[in-house]
């Protein structure tokens, strides 16, 4: 049996080749038949509550027995984070990949309280043997200046910075297919 990954999408319109959908197609072709994606459809995502999100993420985990990888993508990856970081899951992450994450509260334009982590939160995500973090240098929707406070906090984990100003990332992420796979051997 393949393992499973699931990919938590972005704020906004997820329709035909909007949000996370063209980066959710490009993991699931390029990872083919070494793991089973899945996405689910998470509420409201014109209008995201940490709450509704949490919820949804609680009955897609519940699903799941064995390890399981995760990816996050913008504000699917801030919510995994927090999720994580406070709640009480039963599934073995294998690894959690993060792409373009807000860091919220970093400056008055990020300010979105009920996703802000917790301080330290980064203490309750160490029995996650593999994180990495994705953005682009000059990116404008997120700017870089979340990475590196994520990095700074995530210490152990794998930063990738790409060159570029790719936030969608609409024409795939070769280097996150590549770690997915390389986990997963």
Same mark, same amino acid.
């Given at each position: ?73 913008? &504000?699917? @990856? +801030?919510?995994? #984070? ?10 073995? /992450?294998?690894? %959690? ?64 910075? &790409?060159? @570029? +100003?790719?936030? #969608? ?10 770690? /997915?796979?390389? %986990?997963?051997?």
């Amino acid at each position: 049996m393949n393992p499973a990954l699931m990919f938590i999408h972005s704020a906004g319109p997820q329709g035909e080749n909007q949000g996370s959908s063209n980066l959710i197609k490009y993991v699931r072709n390029g990872l083919g038949n070494d793991a089973e994606v899945n996405s689910p459809k998470m509420p409201t995502p014109e209008d995201p509550k940490y709450s509704d999100w949490k919820n949804e993420l609680d009955k897609a985990l519940a699903k799941h027995s064995g390890g399981i990888v995760l990816v996050g993508h913008s &504000l699917g @990856g +801030s919510v995994l #984070l927090k999720y994580l970081s406070e709640e009480v899951y039963h599934v073995k /992450v294998l690894g %959690l990949f993060i792409v373009a994450a807000p860091f919220w509260g970093i400056d008055d334009d990020w300010q979105r309280k009920d996703f802000f982590l917790q301080e330290a939160f980064e203490q309750h995500l160490k029995k996650i043997p593999h994180i990495f973090l994705y953005h682009s240098r000059n990116e404008e929707i997120v700017p870089f200046s979340h990475h590196i406070v994520l990095a700074e906090k995530l210490t152990r984990s794998t930063c990738r910075i &790409l060159d @570029g +100003s790719d936030h #969608l990332f609409e024409n795939g992420l070769p280097e996150l297919v590549r770690d /997915v796979r390389s %986990l997963l051997r």
